[in-house]
């Protein structure tokens, strides 16, 4: 056919103008081209010319800034036009099919030449404001004018020949009207507000302070829609993942809009509204505060998705008109056509054009495209409404614990778990409820429309399959708080479970030691027997809910199928059969998400009531000296942002923060101030019980002089300075702070005396998780010979030294782990280190030796605090420092006793000043034995020094171990690292699957490819019914048309091989039976797969942790040297629990998804093969997507759970220290420290978030394309009639995959970072076991071995690991049965090498040691290590009883048990226990003192009668009287056995009957003490000397 503009049939002259010529309706089309061929005429040259030297932007770093007026509207109306121009083209092209003679061009062409100008003027406006040039806007402006003007003047004629809105061109001229017009009202309105044209004086704009800010990544808030839409502005970033992972600065600051600040303001002020004058008790309600804050970006969401769920109901209508009008396409009643004939041209109806299918394929694929969009931007806006609540509701707790009463964090109404909880349980509970919310109401809306739909469709039997999915929805509920409750119980089993395996971990050398690995090991496994048990209820419960999931919709269509059956006496047509299909697909979502979102309701109610509880606790007392405003500071710092930036910047910043901090203060006369800066008048404090802890106290405090605080313990001397501090409740009385001088505030160069601050140092040192410097400097600038001189005083000198970064380390939780003596010494130079007027110290010496005490008292207190004038308030129980003191306040049960300097009271109070000299004779007689010890505190540095020896060792470990990737990083060839990136780790995978069970691998691969085969087989079975129904029906076709008039009966069954051939007529009974049958088994297998899944799991859970528990626990003790704790016990913690209870469930989802996309895309190849050619672009646009996708997801998650961390711990950091915070008046900067790091985890999260938005909606497009794909290929290539029912089987089937693809790439994603767990557990499990064999069998060791107790040592050398020097080189010792043997030596000797040689702890590789006559190298170390005992340095006591941890092995009777007690003087001290010898032990017996922990040591070594006792500086911290009554015990007891005692100090050898010392891992003397303290200069009696 020719093609020409107006058409060429042969009796009408299309090209005539005799009516005039606007009444030539192909003339008014061509005027209609005008304007779109002008626009492009003149945009294009502008956009691919001018473009190069435009270079007249504003100066902004990210080019999205949007700010001409109505943009949005803009970009929604220009979406819509360009809709109607596809309809309009539509239209247009289908009335042309239905001419009779020629092809008429004007009908179609400027409906095509609409859409491209259309596309440019978005494209050329876009380009415009982003360049901010708006003048050029006027071309846009004359094109929408000239745009409106043609199209009215053709309404006008259509309107003028009476064609009305029957006529679908009518209706679509008069929509392109109104757009045309209401774009040019756009563009005069940007004209009026930016006043760019026909005024003098345009507008100027600047951008917003966000995107000033190069630091802000985040530009979801300010681009444009299309943009906002797709998240393309994500791309730099997921696709540079590829290339070097993203890092905390590649994705910047949130906008301010997002910020924790600005939400936790709005949230504020909604709760604060709340509380009115006439009620200001009242508790404000926090939902409605949440809903003012909040609210109305959860509307625009819940709007967002319903508009979703509507055009969800599009896919199963479209998927009906096309089965449908499949075949009767191009044949309309002949009368018709005539009447219809305006301007020469077919006019059709509206509904006519709703019947042809290749329009309706069109409109599937653009309602799928907008369903999606809208269900992501949904989804994204309630994520960033759920992060916003997160961060406002954390600032909301943390300024709240910031003004706790002490009193009850003392009391223990508010403990610090549950403070924890709140942070990281409740918000979290929250926000997650948030981000379902929407669904509440969107769901029941869903529900109903779509039973609505079914019965339209279908009629009554519609609602039987419908009240299926409705009466199995509670089940789902019961399962789903089953659940919960199961994930409850496994909580607790697995908390106990890590108890016992810390506890074990810690005492691991003691375990070894006694041979007592296996005892412990297997109530460990017991306690993972138990856990496992309610693993394995969870596992059934999970297994239930997917099953449900699944058989569900089968249940439904059965159900549906046979009743229609029944009632009609014929099943459904294709089209029918197949709509109703997907709309059970898309009714089974709501309904099973629906429990869980119940189930989130119920618990953020909870949540909620929790919260408000906290935030109505009580608050700190304002009648303090601090009285002001403690909230100030979130609020201060946004107001006064602009004033202290003026400030001078060298200052501190917490002097900036001071300008407006400062509390008011009552002026006092001027009597009162002399020389006291504080002062107590009349006192009364409690801690909240209103009972007052201390009462009638008058005290005054001196300034710039030393006062001492002293008496008993619990008399009430730390509750004193807290009251001065405003931390107790006063009932009565007041503090006065005296003012300082107004002269002496001016700040003196960098460093003023802050005066509103106190130094404090708490009884209970409290470190930061920060470097040592941080916890020392504490937020003050930094002064480096301050800072010197301070570490001096404290002597932090050395102990920094041994640290692996020296003043860099991080401490605290997360760091080294100091001793308690090392922590407050810190504490004590954080106190010094502050430039304050006033220092308090509570008990600094508690935890000190003497020789540190006295340096810190004379370098210290006296030296450094007193030559600054410091006013010094020192809480002590050391009596002779009081002679230092200026003042002194003495106590006793809550009340002041005495008030004075020494001299008053030596005078006044003669019999406290006596009691107080017997205390100090007692205490010089512990100052000599206290000198005798060689320090505490070098003990303590000893166990540092072991904490790291072997770091450089542990590090090379490490590297290989755990991160292999980053040795590959190193390499700048990027095709390497891009590949290793993106790999999927198989190998782990495998390992994982192999630990599961080759058995159960089968089973479950088998069963899911059997199940889906099944699944598809009931659809074609489905397809193939509802198919043979219509044949033999004939005429009975649901739209009445005729259709029989082509196809005979015989036609039919060729064309439709799997009917028999003697007529479908009588065989069609057997449908039925089939279909139930094949759908039955669909179900049983339904239950099968989800249980094989889960029980996989289970099984490789349960193997993975037993042989990681075997292992570790046999594993050398060097292991435990090189690999820190916190590295082993996260194997049992963080990863087992991932194994346990995350990977299955993934690994389901997985398979499910893959498995279904996979058998749609193979149904539908199957119908038409044609569908796999356009199948190859799409494969490979996916392969990219999920590629970038997998590695920038990873990055994310890492990024999301290390910011995660230090947001928790800084919460309990906060509540631990409060006091200490605010003594110092450091709220401020702990507030500012708490917004910043929920910022950085608020980014981090929603960066994640939109990533997940960014791939789904670009695998809802794939899927979209593949539905319409599949559509046409479908429509084009069949053309037998009997094929309806395959057609919407593949169409039904392509909407499937829109909704698994993303599931594939998210899961892959999830278990991507899931099978790391295993890749790090698996890394353990290489680790070598001791060899626990021996050369000898243990029946070959006779029954009482060793007999005599006779040690030969021959040639020993020792070493700790083949990597390193040995530590003992040629050792020879003969020691007799029964002596008593010293050895001695300078710390780093060997001596404790050499006890751990005689237990074959460590490698022996040269000589040999035999005891009785044995080689020990030969003996299985279970016999070896149980026949021996030993004493340890540092006691470790098991929680449990007593009688477990003196004989786990329940081997001994009770009188063998009290007589070990009664030997090691603990006999009366059991007794008087409940319980008696069961009584209990808590965890590391922190219930006993560390003397009584050794004497339970010693104990356990009794009880287990060995011929041979190794001591190794057991009684490090026992004090000497027990000591003495020790040694003697020990004499006695042992009287004939060979005890080797390890010394360090030297006078406990001096009675033995041999000594050793040793020198580098050599022997350098030895010989009986007497002997070896005559050579003068030898090396022991130097020892003895410097002992004396």
């Not at 708490?762 to 480096?784: C, H, R, Y």
């Not at 094949?1078 to 859970?1101: H, N, Q």
Request: glycine fraction near 6%; proline fraction near 3%; charge should be neutral.
């Amino acid at each position: 056919m020719a093609l020409s503009f107006c058409g060429n049939d042969l009796n009408i002259n299309a090209y005539s103008v005799e009516q005039g010529v606007l009444n030539n309706g192909c003339f008014v089309d061509a005027l209609n081209l005008v304007p779109h061929v002008f626009l492009l005429f003149i945009t294009f040259p502008i956009l691919f010319i001018g473009w190069g030297s435009q270079s007249s932007k504003v100066q902004i770093h990210h080019n999205t800034w949007l700010h001409f007026p109505g943009h949005n509207l803009r970009w929604i109306l220009t979406f819509s036009l360009l809709f109607v121009h596809v309809c309009e083209f539509a239209e247009g092209i289908v009335s042309n099919n239905r001419m009779m003679q020629t092809n008429h061009l004007h009908l179609f062409m400027p409906a095509f030449m609409g859409f491209i100008a259309a596309t440019t003027s978005v494209v050329y406006y876009h380009n415009i404001e982003t360049s901010n040039f708006p003048k050029l806007l006027l071309v846009l402006f004359i094109y929408w004018v000239l745009a409106f003007i043609t199209k009215s003047i053709k309404l006008w004629k259509f309107a003028e020949y009476s064609v009305g809105l029957q006529h679908l061109r009518f209706c679509i001229t008069a929509l392109l009207v109104i757009l045309y017009g209401l774009l040019m009202a756009v563009e005069i309105n940007v004209i009026r507000v930016r006043k760019y044209v026909f005024f003098a004086n345009p507008q100027k704009v600047k951008p917003p302070e966000d995107l000033q800010d190069l630091g802000v990544r985040f530009l979801q808030p300010f681009v444009n829609l299309l943009s906002k839409a797709t998240y393309w502005w994500m791309n730099p970033l997921i696709i540079g993942a590829h290339k070097r992972p993203i890092e905390l600065k590649k994705i910047g600051k949130l906008p301010i809009a997002m910020r924790a600040l600005t939400n936790y303001l709005r949230l504020k002020d909604a709760y604060e509204d709340q509380r009115t004058a006439e009620d200001p008790d009242r508790s404000p309600s926090i939902w409605r505060s949440m809903y003012r804050a909040f609210g109305r970006p959860i509307l625009l969401s819940s709007t967002f998705r319903y508009l979703a769920d509507l055009l969800g109901f599009a896919g199963p209508l479209c998927i009906s008109g096309i089965v449908k009008y499949l075949n009767t396409d191009n044949e309309v009643p002949a009368t018709d056509k005539s009447k219809e004939t305006y301007f020469g041209v077919y006019f059709m109806s509206s509904t006519e054009l709703l019947q042809n299918t290749s329009v309706l394929a069109v409109l599937l694929f653009l309602a799928l495209v907008l369903q999606r969009t809208f269900l992501q931007a949904s989804y994204y806006v309630t994520i960033e409404t759920g992060i916003n609540l997160r961060g406002a509701l954390l600032a909301m707790i943390y300024n709240k614990i910031l003004r706790l009463s002490t009193s009850n964090m003392s009391m223990g109404e508010m403990t610090l778990g549950q403070i924890n909880n709140l942070v990281a349980i409740e918000t979290n509970q929250l926000m997650w409820f948030l981000f379902l919310c929407p669904n509440l109401w969107a769901m029941p809306v869903q529900i109903v429309m779509g039973v609505i739909l079914l019965y339209y469709l279908l009629g009554s039997s519609a609602l039987v399959g419908a009240s299926v999915i409705v009466l199995l929805a509670p089940v789902q509920y019961r399962i789903a708080t089953k659940l919960a409750d199961t994930q409850k119980s496994t909580l607790e089993h697995s908390t106990d479970r890590l108890k016992k395996t810390t506890e074990i971990l810690k005492g691991i050398k003691l375990l070894k030691l006694y041979a007592w690995e296996n005892i412990f090991c297997d109530s460990v496994e017991e306690t993972r027997g138990k856990e496992l048990t309610s693993l394995k209820t969870f596992a059934f419960y999970t297994s239930m809910s997917i099953f449900m999931n699944a058989a569900i919709p089968i249940a439904a269509v059965l159900s549906t199928f046979v009743t229609h059956h029944f009632i009609n006496k014929s099943g459904p047509s294709p089209s029918e059969a197949f709509a109703a299909l997907a709309l059970f697909h898309i009714l089974v979502t709501p309904l099973f998400l629906l429990s869980t979102v119940v189930r989130f309701a119920v618990k953020a109610l909870v949540s909620v009531q929790k919260l408000g509880e906290f935030l109505q606790s009580d608050e700190i007392g304002d009648d303090s000296w601090r009285n002001g405003d403690m909230s100030v500071s979130l609020e201060a710092s946004k107001k006064h942002l602009g004033a202290t930036k003026a400030i001078n910047r060298k200052q501190p910043m917490r002097y900036q923060m001071d300008n407006y901090e400062q509390p008011t203060r009552r002026q006092m006369r001027p009597t009162e101030t002399e020389d006291v800066a504080v002062k107590v008048s009349n006192g009364f404090f409690t801690w909240g019980s209103n009972l007052s802890t201390l009462s009638d106290i008058n005290i005054r405090i001196p300034t710039g002089q030393l006062t001492m605080i002293v008496g008993q313990v619990g008399c009430g001397k730390s509750s004193l300075l807290l009251a001065m501090l405003g931390e107790m409740q006063s009932i009565d009385g007041r503090v006065h702070w005296s003012e300082l001088p107004d002269c002496e505030r001016v700040h003196e160069g960098n460093f003023s005396k802050n005066r509103y601050s106190v130094a404090y140092a708490a009884q209970k040192s409290w470190l930061l998780n920060a470097t040592v410097e941080d916890n020392i400097t504490f937020g003050s600038p930094f002064n480096k010979q301050r800072y010197k001189t301070v570490i001096d005083t404290c002597s932090l000198q050395l102990d920094i030294d041994l640290l692996p970064f020296g003043d860099q380390t991080e401490i605290g939780e997360r760091g080294i782990n100091l001793s308690g003596g090392q922590r407050q010494r810190i504490c004590v130079a954080r106190a010094l280190y502050q430039n304050t007027n006033i220092v308090f110290l509570d008990d600094p010496f508690s935890a000190l030796d003497i020789h540190l005490s006295d340096h810190l008292m004379q370098e210290g207190i006296l030296k450094f605090l007193q030559d600054d004038k410091r006013t010094v308030v020192l809480v002590t129980h050391k009596l002779q420092y009081l002679i230092h003191a200026d003042w002194i306040i003495a106590m006793k049960d809550g009340t002041v006793l005495r008030e004075g300097t020494l001299k008053d009271i030596q005078t006044h109070d003669v019999e406290l000043y006596d009691h107080w000299k017997t205390l100090m004779n007692r205490q010089d007689q512990g100052l000599e034995k206290d000198i005798q010890q060689d320090s505490q505190t070098t003990l303590e540095r000893k166990t540092l020094r072991r904490a790291f020896y072997s770091r450089e060792a542990k590090n090379q470990v490490d590297d290989e171990d755990e991160e292999e990737e980053e040795e590959e990083e190193e390499d700048d060839n990027m095709s390497t690292t891009t590949n290793r990136r993106s790999k999927i780790p198989w190998r782990v995978c495998w390992c994982y699957m192999s630990s599961g069970g080759f058995f159960m691998v089968f089973l479950m691969v088998s069963s899911k490819l059997l199940k889906h085969s099944v699944i598809v087989a009931i659809d074609c079975w489905l397809a193939s019914w509802t198919s043979s129904k219509n044949q033999s029906t004939g005429a009975d076709m649901s739209n009445g048309t005729d259709m029989s008039s082509g196809t005979s009966l015989a036609t039919v069954i060729s064309s439709n091989a799997t009917l028999p051939t003697p007529g479908a007529l009588e065989n069609k009974d057997y449908y039925l039976p089939v279909f139930i049958v094949l759908c039955a088994a669909g179900i049983t297998l339904c239950l099968l797969t989800s249980l094989t899944v889960e029980f996989l799991g289970l099984s490789a859970a349960t193997n993975l942790h037993h042989n990681l528990l075997n292992k570790i626990i046999h594993a050398p003790i060097r292991f435990f040297d090189i690999t820190p704790l916190g590295q082993i016990l996260n194997r049992f913690s963080a990863d087992t629990n991932i194994i346990d209870q995350h990977i299955p469930p993934t690994l389901e989802s997985l398979t499910r998804s893959t498995l279904l996309c996979l058998s749609a895309i193979g149904v539908i190849s199957f119908i038409t093969p044609s569908f796999l050619i356009s199948l190859v672009p799409l494969a490979v646009a996916f392969y990219f997507i999920q590629k970038y996708f997998r590695v920038a997801s990873k990055d994310l998650q890492d990024l999301d759970d290390s910011t995660q961390l230090p947001l928790l711990c800084h919460f309990s950091e906060t509540a631990e220290g409060l006091t200490t915070i605010r003594a110092f008046r450091h709220e401020a900067r702990f507030k500012q420290r708490m917004l910043e790091l929920t910022d950085t985890n608020n980014t981090a999260y929603l960066f994640l978030s939109a990533a997940n938005r960014w791939l789904e909606v670009r695998t809802d497009y794939l899927g979209a394309v593949i539905v319409l794909t599949a559509a046409v290929t479908l429509i084009w290539t069949t053309k037998s009639p009997s094929t309806g029912g395959l057609v919407g089987l593949g169409l039904t089937y392509a909407l499937t995959v829109t909704n698994y693809l993303n599931w594939v790439v998210r899961n892959l994603a999830d278990l991507e970072v899931q099978m790391a767990a295993v890749k790090k557990v698996n890394s353990f499990l290489g680790t070598e076991s001791e060899n626990y064999e021996g050369s000898m069998d243990a029946s070959q060791v006779p029954e009482n071995w060793p007999q005599d107790g006779e040690i030969k040592i021959q040639d020993l050398c020792v070493r700790y690991d083949p990597m390193l020097k040995p530590v003992l080189k040629h050792v020879n010792a003969y020691i007799k049965p029964g002596q008593k043997v010293g050895i001695c030596g300078r710390t780093g000797s060997g001596k404790s090498s050499l006890s751990l040689a005689f237990f074959n702890m460590v490698d022996i590789f040269e000589g040999k040691i035999v005891i009785d006559g044995i080689d020990i190298c030969k003996l299985p170390l279970q016999t070896l290590r149980s026949r021996l005992s030993i004493i340890l340095q540092d006691p470790v006591l098991f929680s449990g009883s007593i009688r477990f941890n003196l004989d786990p092995e329940r081997m001994c009777t009770d009188d063998r048990l009290w007589e070990a007690l009664e030997i090691a003087q603990l006999k009366n001290m059991v007794k008087a226990l409940p319980g008696g010898i069961d009584a209990v032990v808590t965890e590391g017996g922190e219930n006993f003192s560390v003397g009584q922990r050794q004497l339970f040591c010693l104990a356990r070594a009794f009880v287990r009668k060995s011929s041979i006792l190794i001591m190794d500086e057991a009684t490090a911290s026992i004090d000497m009287a027990t000591e003495n009554i020790l040694q003697k015990v020990v004499m006695t007891a042992f009287a004939d056995r060979t005890v080797v005692t390890i010394a360090h100090r030297v006078h406990t050898i001096l009675t033995a009957d041999l000594v050793i010392v040793m020198k580098r891992g050599n022997i350098l003397e030895y010989d009986k003490p007497e002997t070896l303290l005559e050579q003068e200069d030898g090396m022991f009696a130097s020892f003895v000397k410097a002992d004396m």
